[in-house]
């Protein structure tokens, strides 16, 4: 069931028990693995448009993250078979394990359709042979989804990599790749939790921070906003991806606002306004920084969306701080933009490569 009312059958898979969440549609054909594991997707449903999804299975090296945190998974038809010789485990055993319901038989683009002219709504999937609709329609409008970034950060103080270059990574909701792209150019990579304090990333005596990707809306981030704060008036070398991108224009006093139907897939076209290359991006993302609030004399808009024109990626002018809202580490996704991890090692002059 959708917020606005309509509702749609379908056959369940994975663990199935009642969940309430935000449904949104992902275009991606492949990348499934790392799409379930992607913390950002934390409290929400995915729709995929591909028709066909599992048909490699699931394989435990492909994971972004120690779980598949999403709250559901709706597909038009879960592949019966797991072909893939580096396949662990089925797709529908996989989240059965690890607790995540999932519904195939849906006309899912249909569904995506409905979406992007509503816009992002919330949705509730029960599972069963009858169905009370008016009482699933109360629990759907009292529902409202919280930060999810408590929940996927971690508390365990985890050090990856033994390179030369501290980098002290915020995870709010950190994807693997991005931990591995910064190991692989030489880097030590320390984690923090997404509440520390500017003081405890300081205490590493890092060379750069990391800001990661995370769950939610960024303005419910507030201790987050004030520490950044602090971390850019300090001016050390900075990297910030999509959550973390933006946090750090909240932190300067840009505005954000939450995207009608957000982007999420891997063959969206960013332009780089310094070079007027364009990149194919994989995105992930709701919110959005507002063009229209960004201080001139702080930060230069680099990235826009092509399909859209929204901001994408900002350069900060102490010259220390760059973002994206897309994701350089791509998984799942085309690897045009991970020369960003390179751009990040140069700023802070200890490129190993
Ligand atoms: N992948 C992300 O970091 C997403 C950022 C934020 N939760 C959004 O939806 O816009």
């Known amino acids: 069931m959708l917020e606005n009312g309509m509702t749609f059958e379908g056959t369940g898979f994975g663990d199935e028990h009642d969940v309430l969440c935000e449904v949104v ?39 972004e993250s120690t779980k598949p945190w999403l709250r559901a998974f709706i597909v038009h038809s879960i592949s019966g ?37 509503s816009g992002t709504m919330r949705g509730m999937i029960a599972f069963g042979d009858s169905f009370d609709i008016p009482a699933m329609k109360k629990k759907l409008d009292a529902f409202t989804l919280k930060s999810c970034v408590p929940v996927v950060s971690s508390r365990e103080s985890k050090v990856y990599g033994d390179g030369p270059v501290k980098i002290a990574l915020v ?28 003081e405890d990333l300081m205490s590493f005596s890092p060379d750069g921070v990391m800001l990661s990707n995370g769950p939610g809306d960024p303005k419910e981030c507030v201790k987050a906003i004030s520490e ?38 891997i063959n969206h076209p960013v332009k780089d306004l310094t070079t007027n290359r364009v990149y194919i991006t994989s995105q992930n993302h709701g919110f959005v920084v507002n063009g229209e609030t960004i201080n001139p004399s702080v930060a230069d808009i680099r990235f826009i969306s092509m399909n859209d024109g929204s901001i994408e990626g900002l350069t900060y002018k102490n010259g220390k701080v760059f973002s994206v809202q897309f994701h350089p580490e791509a998984s799942p996704g085309p690897l045009d933009s991970g020369f960003l991890f390179d751009e990040f090692m140069k700023l802070i002059g200890g490129s190993r490569i």
């Open 228 to 265: 950044l704060k602090k971390l850019y008036s300090y001016g050390i070398p900075t990297f910030a991806i999509c959550l973390g991108h933006q946090l750090m224009a909240l932190s300067q006093g840009f505005d954000t606002y939450k995207l009608k139907y957000g982007h999420r897939g």
């Open 25 to 63: 549609f992902n275009s991606a054909m492949c990348g499934y693995t790392e799409l379930l594991t992607d913390p950002s997707y934390a409290g929400q449903g995915v729709v995929m448009t591909y028709p066909l999804i599992g048909n490699y299975g699931v394989c435990y090296d492909d994971a």
């Open 171 to 198: 995870d709010y909701g950190v994807k693997s790749n991005i931990i591995r792209s910064l190991v692989k150019r030489g880097c030590t990579v320390k984690c923090f939790p997404y509440d520390a304090s500017f």
């Open 81 to 117: 078979a797991a072909s893939n010789f580096r396949c662990d485990v089925d797709l529908n055993t996989f989240l059965k394990q690890n607790g995540i319901p999932g519904i195939q038989g849906l006309d899912t683009r249909a569904i995506t359709k409905i979406l992007r002219e």
